[in-house]
C-alpha cells in the first residue's frame, strides 16, 4: 500500500466518520442512504482485494513466509504479529456460524444483523493494513474523527434533550429511540477531548495551542455532561477514572500543570458542584434500584440454552438465532449484553475461544502504547471497556475504529502526548 493510497483511505474513513456521528445511529433500524455512504467510504479505505482475501482464507497461505500481507507488504512488521490471529479467528467466526445458522433456518436478515457487527468488530484486520502506511496521519485522523463523531451525536442527543443543562443531577433523561450515547465515540470523546486538552496545554510553548485547548476542554465537557445526565453510571466513572490516570501522568511529567488542573477542578466543583453530588446520587440510586441490569439472569439464560445440546455448546446456534432474553422482559431477542454471552449463544464454546485469541492477541500492542503514550492507551481503555465487557456496543462500528486506531497508535508511538 503506497502512501499516496493510505492517506486517500485516511480521508474516506475520517469522512465516513463525521456521517456516522452526524447523521447515523449507532445501531440502524435499516439500511439507508447515509448508512450506505458510510459503508462504500469504508470500502473506499480498505479496498477490496484484501477484504476477499481474509474472508476466503487465502491470505493465511504463507508461502513466503507472510503471504498474508497485503501487496507491497511481504515482510512481517515488528507491530503486526497480532494480524494471523486475527485473520485465522475471523475465517472461523465468519463462516462456521453462519453456516450453522443457514443450516438451522434462521431469517437472511436476522444473520445479516449478526455478520455486519462481526466484521466491525474485526475491522482493524481489514483498515490497518490499509493504513499503516500513513503512519502519524493515519492516528491523528482516526482519533479525531472518532472524537469529533463522539461529540456531534453528544450534541444530537443534547438537542433532542432541548438542551436541558439544568436537568444534570436533579432528574434522569431519556436515552431516546436512538441511543446516540451508548456509541463508544461518545465516551471516547469524553475522554480524549480533555486529555487533548491537557496535552496542548502541557506541551504548548505557544499561544494558539493553549487557545486550541479551549474547545477540546468544552467538547470534553459536553459529552462528560450528557453521560451524567442520561445516568450512563458506568461509562462516567471509566471516563472520571481515565481522565484522573491521565492528569497524574501529566503532573508527574509537567508539576507546574498541578496548577491549572486544581484550578479547573476547582471551578467545576463551584459552577456545578449541585448536579456533580446530583449526579452522584443518581448513579447511587439506579444502581440500587436496577443492580447490573439482569446481566446474570440473561447469562443463565444462554447458558441454559448451550449445555441443553453438544452441538449448540461446541459451536453455538449460528448467525441469526434468538433466545428469550430475561433481561428485555423474556422477549425473543438476537442479542445480549455482553460479548461472552452473545458469543457464547451464537458462535459456542469454540467461537469463545477463537474470539478470545483474537483480543488476547490485541494486549501485546496495547501494553506497547501505554509505555509509548499513556494518555492514548489510557483514552481507548472506556469505550473498548465497556464494549467487549459490559454492553451490546461490542456491535458497533466505532469500537472497530478504536481498536485499530489503538493499533495504528501502537506501531507509529506518537500521539496525544506529543500533539
Given at each position: 500500500?503506497?502512501?499516496?493510497?493510505?492517506?486517500?483511505?485516511?480521508?474516506?474513513?475520517?469522512?465516513?466518520?463525521?456521517?456516522?456521528?452526524?447523521?447515523?445511529?449507532?445501531?440502524?433500524?435499516?439500511?439507508?442512504?447515509?448508512?450506505?455512504?458510510?459503508?462504500?467510504?469504508?470500502?473506499?479505505?480498505?479496498?477490496?482485494?484484501?477484504?476477499?482475501?481474509?474472508?476466503?482464507?487465502?491470505?493465511?497461505?504463507?508461502?513466503?513466509?507472510?503471504?498474508?500481507?497485503?501487496?507491497?507488504?511481504?515482510?512481517?512488521?515488528s507491530g503486526m504479529q497480532w494480524m494471523p490471529v486475527a485473520?485465522?479467528?475471523?475465517?472461523?467466526?465468519?463462516?462456521?456460524?453462519?453456516?450453522?445458522?443457514?443450516?438451522?433456518?434462521?431469517?437472511?436478515?436476522?444473520?445479516?444483523?449478526?455478520?455486519?457487527?462481526?466484521?466491525?468488530?474485526?475491522?482493524?484486520?481489514?483498515?490497518?493494513?490499509?493504513?499503516?502506511?500513513?503512519?502519524?496521519?493515519?492516528?491523528?485522523?482516526?482519533?479525531?474523527?472518532?472524537?469529533?463523531?463522539?461529540?456531534?451525536?453528544?450534541?444530537?442527543?443534547?438537542?433532542?434533550?432541548?438542551?436541558?443543562?439544568?436537568?444534570?443531577?436533579?432528574?434522569?433523561?431519556?436515552?431516546?429511540?436512538?441511543?446516540?450515547?451508548?456509541?463508544?465515540?461518545?465516551?471516547?470523546?469524553?475522554?480524549?477531548?480533555?486529555?487533548?486538552?491537557?496535552?496542548?496545554?502541557?506541551?504548548?510553548?505557544?499561544?494558539?495551542?493553549?487557545?486550541?485547548?479551549?474547545?477540546?476542554?468544552?467538547?470534553?465537557?459536553?459529552?462528560?455532561?450528557?453521560?451524567?445526565?442520561?445516568?450512563?453510571?458506568?461509562?462516567?466513572?471509566?471516563?472520571?477514572?481515565?481522565?484522573?490516570?491521565?492528569?497524574?501522568?501529566?503532573?508527574?511529567?509537567?508539576?507546574?500543570?498541578?496548577?491549572?488542573?486544581?484550578?479547573?477542578?476547582?471551578?467545576?466543583?463551584?459552577?456545578?458542584?449541585?448536579?456533580?453530588?446530583?449526579?452522584?446520587?443518581?448513579?447511587?440510586?439506579?444502581?440500587?434500584?436496577?443492580?447490573?441490569?439482569?446481566?446474570?439472569?440473561?447469562?443463565?439464560?444462554?447458558?441454559?440454552?448451550?449445555?441443553?445440546?453438544?452441538?449448540?455448546?461446541?459451536?453455538?446456534?449460528?448467525?441469526?438465532?434468538?433466545?428469550?432474553?430475561?433481561?428485555?422482559?423474556?422477549?425473543?431477542?438476537?442479542?445480549?449484553?455482553?460479548?461472552?454471552?452473545?458469543?457464547?449463544?451464537?458462535?459456542?464454546?469454540?467461537?469463545?475461544?477463537?474470539?478470545?485469541?483474537?483480543?488476547?492477541?490485541?494486549?501485546?500492542?496495547?501494553?506497547?502504547?501505554?509505555?509509548?503514550?499513556?494518555?492514548?492507551?489510557?483514552?481507548?481503555?472506556?469505550?473498548?471497556?465497556?464494549?467487549?465487557?459490559?454492553?451490546?456496543?461490542?456491535?458497533?462500528?466505532?469500537?472497530?475504529?478504536?481498536?485499530?486506531?489503538?493499533?495504528?497508535?501502537?506501531?507509529?508511538?506518537?500521539?496525544?502526548?506529543?500533539?
Amino acid at each position: 500500500m503506497t502512501v499516496a493510497a493510505a492517506r486517500t483511505g485516511t480521508l474516506s474513513m475520517a469522512a465516513a466518520l463525521l456521517l456516522y456521528g452526524g447523521l447515523s445511529v449507532p445501531a440502524p433500524p435499516a439500511l439507508r442512504g447515509v448508512e450506505l455512504s458510510i459503508g462504500l467510504l469504508i470500502l473506499l479505505s480498505i479496498g477490496w482485494k484484501w477484504p476477499l482475501a481474509v474472508a476466503s482464507g487465502h491470505a493465511l497461505r504463507t508461502p513466503t513466509g507472510a503471504g498474508w500481507m497485503p501487496s507491497g507488504m511481504q515482510w512481517m512488521p515488528s507491530g503486526m504479529q497480532w494480524m494471523p490471529v486475527a485473520v485465522a479467528a475471523f475465517a472461523w467466526l465468519l463462516w462456521v456460524p453462519l453456516l450453522r445458522g443457514a443450516a438451522l433456518g434462521w431469517d437472511a436478515v436476522d444473520i445479516l444483523r449478526d455478520v455486519v457487527p462481526l466484521l466491525y468488530l474485526f475491522l482493524p484486520v481489514l483498515l490497518v493494513p490499509a493504513l499503516r502506511a500513513a503512519g502519524r496521519t493515519a492516528v491523528r485522523a482516526l482519533a479525531g474523527g472518532v472524537g469529533i463523531a463522539g461529540l456531534l451525536l453528544a450534541l444530537r442527543w443534547w438537542r433532542q434533550a432541548d438542551w436541558g443543562f439544568g436537568a444534570i443531577g436533579s432528574r434522569a433523561m431519556a436515552d431516546g429511540g436512538a441511543y446516540l450515547l451508548n456509541a463508544p465515540a461518545v465516551l471516547f470523546a469524553a475522554v480524549v477531548l480533555p486529555a487533548t486538552a491537557l496535552s496542548l496545554i502541557g506541551i504548548g510553548v505557544r499561544f494558539r495551542y493553549w487557545l486550541a485547548a479551549i474547545p477540546c476542554a468544552v467538547g470534553g465537557a459536553l459529552c462528560l455532561a450528557a453521560l451524567a445526565g442520561a445516568v450512563h453510571r458506568t461509562a462516567l466513572g471509566l471516563a472520571l477514572l481515565s481522565l484522573s490516570l491521565i492528569a497524574l501522568w501529566w503532573a508527574r511529567r509537567q508539576a507546574w500543570l498541578a496548577l491549572p488542573l486544581l484550578i479547573g477542578l476547582g471551578l467545576a466543583a463551584a459552577v456545578g458542584g449541585d448536579a456533580l453530588v446530583g449526579a452522584w446520587q443518581q448513579a447511587a440510586e439506579k444502581t440500587r434500584l436496577t443492580g447490573i441490569n439482569a446481566r446474570w439472569e440473561e447469562a443463565a439464560a444462554v447458558i441454559e440454552h448451550a449445555v441443553a445440546s453438544p452441538w449448540a455448546l461446541l459451536f453455538g446456534d449460528g448467525w441469526g438465532a434468538r433466545i428469550a432474553n430475561p433481561a428485555v422482559g423474556g422477549w425473543r431477542v438476537g442479542y445480549t449484553h455482553t460479548l461472552a454471552s452473545y458469543s457464547l449463544l451464537k458462535t459456542g464454546l469454540c467461537g469463545m475461544v477463537a474470539l478470545a485469541a483474537y483480543l488476547g492477541a490485541l494486549v501485546r500492542p496495547w501494553c506497547g502504547l501505554l509505555a509509548a503514550d499513556p494518555p492514548l492507551a489510557l483514552a481507548v481503555v472506556p469505550p473498548l471497556a465497556m464494549a467487549l465487557c459490559l454492553h451490546t456496543s461490542f456491535k458497533y462500528l466505532d469500537t472497530g475504529v478504536i481498536l485499530s486506531l489503538m493499533l495504528l497508535a501502537a506501531e507509529c508511538r506518537k500521539g496525544l502526548s506529543e500533539p
